[in-house]
Each structure stands twice: as structure tokens, then as C-alpha cells.
């Protein structure tokens, strides 16, 4: 089974300054990494996932992340936030292959609350 | 394109009553899940469904059933609402695994 641990519930910053976002995950197989972006009453969107091949992903809106195997982590970064930054961000984890039908279940994160303040 | 709609968008229940959350999507995608999002705890899988026909449990699936009898449709019900179903719902879709998932704009439900 796969689990996840954002390590930081919420996160204040100030605008233009860098961001990083932490998450660490545990899995006993190959996995997939993902994160999501939520804005207020909106639905979940994808900024970035890791598959395989290069351990730096880079996603939109100018995040990126890196895999990092041997500390089981795959922290975001975004080098200058913006105040429309300001959203939910759910690290989630799939293993890469499953039982019935399993490996398409996503585990998600409890969630990193990130407010920019101008 | 549609993508993964659901209704009704927002509901409140009352505690003992039963309802259906409704979930289609239209881009031919074997897989589909619900998950429910509560304030604090991110997203938990409550079933999912790989093909018509198949369904499994996920994380949290006591007090709901789900059918799938055709590709599009993936309805979740909710028999004997209960306060702890107070949550918002979010249906999704992949072809095979989690590499391409397509979430619905999501179900706000309040049982009181």
C-alpha cells in the first residue's frame, strides 16, 4: 500500500518570493507521483506528474518538482509566487502497477494550504 | 467536449434520506472512481470501476453502493444519509491507471 505525508498543513508567502512545497510518500512498489492544484470552490487540476525517465518535472503555471528516490520525496518549487498562486495543493501517489485494477487509485496528501500575501 | 459532469452540484440532505450522485463522462474511459474531499484530510477513494459491470471498493466505501452498466454512467448512492456523509464528492475518469485522470467539478452535499 502507498501513502502520503505533506509535511506542512499551511504555508504564508509573500509575493515573488520562492515557495516549496513538501511532500514525502512511502510505497513498497514503483510509483507514480502527482501534484494537484485546488482554487477556492473549484475542482482539482493537474500541475504536474512524474511517470519515469528525468526526477525533475516541470508543470505549468512555472512549478516544478523534484523525484527524489532515496529520501522518497517530491517536493514543489515555484522560484516567484503570485498572489493567484494562492490554492490548495494535494501531492497524490499511485503504484505503477496493480491488482484489478488497482494501480489506477490515486493516494492523496492531506493537503498544503499555500496563501501569498502581496 | 464534456469531459466528467456531475449533478447535482450542491444538495442537502436530510439525515435518513436516500439520493443518487450522478456521473457520466463521454471520453470513452475504462476507469472511474469517487472520491470524497473533507476539509483537512485531502481526497479518500470511497469505490472505483475498471470496465461495466466491475466495481471494487475503495478506502471509505461503507454507507454507499455503486453500479456501472455502461461505459459513461457512474452513479453513487447514498441509502441512509448520515452526518458523517456531510463531504464534497468528486467523480473521475482515466483510460487505464492514474496517469490521466479527468475530475468532475464536484458534488457539495450537507446532511443535517
Known amino acids: 500500500a502507498q501513502s502520503v505525508t505533506q509535511l506542512d498543513s499551511q504555508v504564508p508567502v509573500f509575493e515573488e518570493a520562492p515557495v516549496e512545497l513538501r511532500c514525502n510518500y512511502s510505497s513498497s512498489v514503483s510509483v507514480y507521483l502527482f501534484w494537484y492544484v485546488q482554487y477556492p470552490n473549484q475542482g482539482l487540476q493537474l500541475l504536474l506528474k512524474?511517470?519515469?525517465?528525468?526526477?525533475l518535472v516541470k508543470g505549468i503555471n512555472g512549478f516544478e518538482a523534484e523525484f527524489n528516490k532515496s529520501q522518497t520525496s517530491f517536493h514543489l518549487r515555484k522560484p516567484s509566487v503570485h498572489i493567484s498562486d494562492t490554492a490548495e495543493y494535494f501531492c497524490?501517489?499511485?503504484?505503477?502497477?496493480?491488482?484489478?485494477?488497482?494501480?489506477?487509485?490515486?493516494?492523496f496528501g492531506k493537503g498544503t494550504k499555500l496563501s501569498v500575501k502581496p | 467536449n464534456a469531459g466528467v459532469t456531475q449533478t447535482p452540484k450542491f444538495r442537502i440532505l436530510k439525515i435518513g434520506q436516500s439520493m443518487t450522485l450522478q456521473c457520466t463522462q463521454d471520453?470513452?474511459?475504462?476507469?472511474m472512481y469517487w472520491y470524497r474531499q473533507d476539509p483537512g484530510m485531502g481526497l479518500k477513494l470511497i469505490y472505483y470501476s475498471v470496465g461495466a459491470g466491475i466495481t471494487d471498493k475503495g478506502e471509505v466505501p461503507n454507507g454507499y453502493n455503486v453500479s456501472r452498466s455502461t461505459t459513461e454512467d457512474f452513479p453513487l448512492r447514498l441509502e441512509l444519509a448520515a452526518p458523517s456523509q456531510t463531504s464534497v464528492y468528486f467523480c473521475a475518469s482515466s483510460y487505464v491507471d492514474s496517469t490521466g485522470y479527468t475530475f468532475g467539478s464536484g458534488t457539495r452535499l450537507t446532511v443535517v
Open positions: 471520453m470513452n474511459h475504462n476507469y
Open positions: 497524490a501517489v499511485s503504484a505503477t502497477v496493480g491488482y484489478g485494477g488497482s494501480q489506477g487509485n490515486l493516494i
Open positions: 512524474y511517470l519515469s525517465g528525468s526526477t
